[in-house]
């Protein structure tokens, strides 16, 4: 879950919070770069103490095998159709997951325009500064053409300059949804008036929200390393250690495994009652509720589990809190079935915890978030495990599942375990975990 901004500006920071988010790329220094928030700065205090046993971890990922330019191209393909059957001529989008998901391009956003125009009809084109031009061009993995821009001259002109080269002379075009507006309003000014701005939201779905063989592949592999990491720092916490300690370690055992860091959210005792976390300071001790949700990634495509044990002897309370909890997540894949609208796997899950006298709704103590996500080269991706949501389920389709309780001033558990939809229903990435007491 790159996805807990809020948390890098203080919470990351301290190795002795009661939560800390563990910057990746102190692990990963060759991880690519992503279209993301700033990265929390270097854990405060003394380094966490390597945990025994890290030489023994050996690398899962020599198998895995990066999208190809095939593929690439065929997403392509098919986006041009969708952009033809709706009267697009072109589709805009920005650094970010898009743009490598159907370029190849791994490129960070600034203040300095980077960004694709594929046209309904031709070659792609990438418009970027002339001075990034050959960073740029390392990743691009689909050929075409790269116009760059000097730091006095409009990269929006450019980019009006390559539609109206692949015929693109006026009508609609489409910005990809996370396009930032000085950019759709660059593009339009520039075109003087001959294009009328169109969401291409519903185009980008439409390609990317099932996953191929090659992407399942890369997901799988992302949450094996998750769990086998997972399993090596369970056995090897203790107590008086931090937060930031524990996901120190988490993440060391991702990079021997061969993944790369994308997040290691640790919350100790009362902490883990926030889904995020909170600044009180906590270290570990006997009776220590402690919930991790931890992520890779292998190739771009990500993984994102949760586990919550209690270090010692499980009250009674905790003992079924845990089990409301994988009640739960059992539902929620009980609900799915094909054709089904997604939201109605949130609506399951909440009634049988009204039921058990959690909430209601959202209310605390209770389930105060979405049952689950979209999850593929993003962490977070549409469509949503929620109320309203009515995309219905299709083969392919890969979610999180993690319906956490949570007890405002006393603890909360979050199970999470990522799946994808078949034709013969969900398929998990990962087994559930079995017991509070076999909690992995």
Known sequence: MRRRAFLTAGLGAAAGLGAALVPADAFAADAKAKTAPAKAP??????AKPASGLGALKPMTAEAKPISVEERLERIGRLQRAMAARGVGALIMESGSSLEYFTGVQW???ERTTAAIIPVK????????????????????????????NEHESPFARMVGAMKDRSVMGGDIAFESTTRLFIVDGVREAGGGAYRVVSGDALVKQVRLIKSPAELSLMQTANDVTLAALKYVHANVHAGMSPGEIGAMMNAATVALGGAPEFSLVLINEASAYPHGS????????????????????HGYQSDISRTWVMGAPTAKQRKVWDTVKKGQEL?????????????IDDAVRAYYDKEGWGPGYKLPGLSHRTGHGIGLDGHEPPYLVNGDTTPLA???????????????EFGIRLEDCW?????????FTPLARSIDDPI
């Open 42 to 47: 270097p854990a405060k205090g003394p380094p």
């Open 108 to 110: 960070r956003r600034s």
């Open 122 to 149: 031709g070659e792609v084109v990438i418009v970027t500064p002339a001075f990034e031009e050959p960073s740029v061009r390392e990743t691009l993995a689909v050929g075409g053409d790269v116009r760059p821009w």
């Open 279 to 298: 600044k009180q300071k906590q270290t570990l001790r006997d009776g220590s509720v402690i919930l991790m949700d931890v992520g890779c990634a292998v």
């Open 332 to 344: 929620a894949l009980e609900t799915a079935k094909l054709g089904t609208p997604v939201g109605a």
């Open 395 to 409: 083969p392919g389709m890969c979610f999180s599942d993690e319906p956490g309780i949570y007890i405002p001033g």
């Open 420 to 428: 994808r939809m078949t034709m013969d229903g969900p398929k998990l």
